[in-house]
Structure formats: C-alpha cells, structure tokens
Antibody
C-alpha cells in the first residue's frame, strides 16, 4: 500500500523560504500528479499545487507567484518551496496523491503533515 | 474558483442519532457527459490528515462503515451518519474536483457528541 512520508523545517523566519519534501513508498510514481495542501491552525484545507513525474506543474493562482514544486523521479520524491513567507503561511502542510491516476480526482493517501511556523 | 460552503459550522448529536452535514457549491459540479458529481467527503481527527470517506458524491470508500452515506447532485450535497458513534467525532470536509485550478474544500463542520 502506497505511503507518503514528508519532512522539512518546522520553523521559518519571515521573508525566508519554506522547503518541504515528500517521499513515495511502495507504489508507482509515474502516472500520478503529486500534490501539496496546507491547513492553517484551526482552519480549512487549501490546495497549493501539483506535479507529475515528468515535471509538469499546476499551481493555485492565489499562491502561484511564490510557489515552486519540483520532482526527483529517480528518488520517488517531490518538493515544495514557498518564498517570502509571512505569519499567514503558518500551517500544517500535507502532501497527497489522487486516489486514481490522472487529474481531477479525490485524494488518498496523504502524508502525515508537517507543522511549519513562520516566526522570527 | 468554485466556492464550497458547508452547514452547519458545528453540530452536536446524541450517540445513536442521525447526523446530517450539508455542502453547497457555487456552481454545479455535475459533469453531464458522464452524469457524475465531482465531489468527495473527508473526515479529519485532531493531529491527523484527512481521511477519505466518499467520492463521486455517493460512493463509499472501501473500509468506511456503511453508516456513512453521501447524497445530492449539482450544487447541493449531504453527508449523513445514520447512527452516530463516539469515534465519529471529527471535522468533516467536502471537496470539489470538477474544477482543478484550484481544487477547493468547504470550511469544515465540527461534529461533537451531545
């Protein structure tokens, strides 16, 4: 059963860059779009963007100017970078995969989540 | 963006009673060519990622108890828990995948025991 494991810095200073990586285990990497989401404390879920194994990306227009999602298909990993962070970017960040191959689908499984706090 | 609005924001139901959560989309998420509603429901417990419950508005994910059911079409949808159990205390979210730029979620409904 496919599993997603994510990691990255839990504390980032304002104006700096948030970086997270998600690794995919026990499942295919190609054929899927790999996604990032975030959830501010006590709030709802926001889709950040996605990437496929060949590097094709789609981003939420609300974050597009600050987001880069990259892929290392040789390691079955994908990464998120969010630049110029502020306190409003404090959230639990999740990686996730659509339950079936392709775009326009529901999501399962999810990574365990990483709380990223933006603070000096 | 398709805006998803859930009601109520919070709900308290007695054990064994029915719980009903509503989700309304700002535009139809029914794809007429295949007659499918592009809507999913998730359950999220504290400190955990969302757990998929239902997709295509009414198809229960494997392993999800049959007390969970989804209904609705077009812009109005409902998640029903037929007989509330203690382990169902959670926040529930709807998500549309009709428009993928961006995918959007409802604000969540917090379900508690009365």
């Amino acid at each position: 059963q496919v599993q997603l494991q994510q990691w990255g810095a839990g504390l980032v200073k304002p104006s700096e860059t948030l970086s997270l990586t998600c690794a995919v285990y026990d499942g295919p990497f190609s054929g899927y779009y790999w996604n990032w989401f975030r959830q501010p404390p006590g709030k709802g879920l926001e889709w950040i963007g996605e990437i496929n194994h060949s590097g094709t990306t789609n981003y939420n227009p609300s974050l597009k100017s600050r987001v880069t999602i990259s892929v290392d298909a040789s390691k079955n990993q994908f990464s998120l970078r969010l630049t110029s962070v502020t306190a409003a970017d404090t959230a639990v960040y999740y990686c996730a995969r659509p339950a079936v191959a392709g775009r326009g689908r529901w999501f399962d499984p999810w990574g365990q989540g990483t709380l990223v706090t933006v603070s000096s | 963006d398709i805006v998803m609005t859930q009601s109520p924001d919070s709900l308290a139901v007695s054990l064994g009673e029915r719980a009903t959560i509503n989700c309304k989309s700002s535009q139809s998420v029914l794809y007429t060519s295949n007659n499918k509603n592009y809507l999913a429901w998730y359950q999220q417990k504290p400190g955990q990622p969302p757990k998929l419950l239902i997709y295509w508005a009414s198809t229960r994910e494997s392993g999800v108890p049959d007390r969970f059911s989804g209904s609705g079409s077009g812009t109005d949808f409902t998640l029903t828990i037929s007989s509330l159990q203690a382990e169902d205390v959670a926040v529930y979210y709807c998500q549309q995948y009709y428009s993928t730029l961006p995918y959007t979620f409802g604000q969540g409904t917090k379900l508690e025991i009365k």
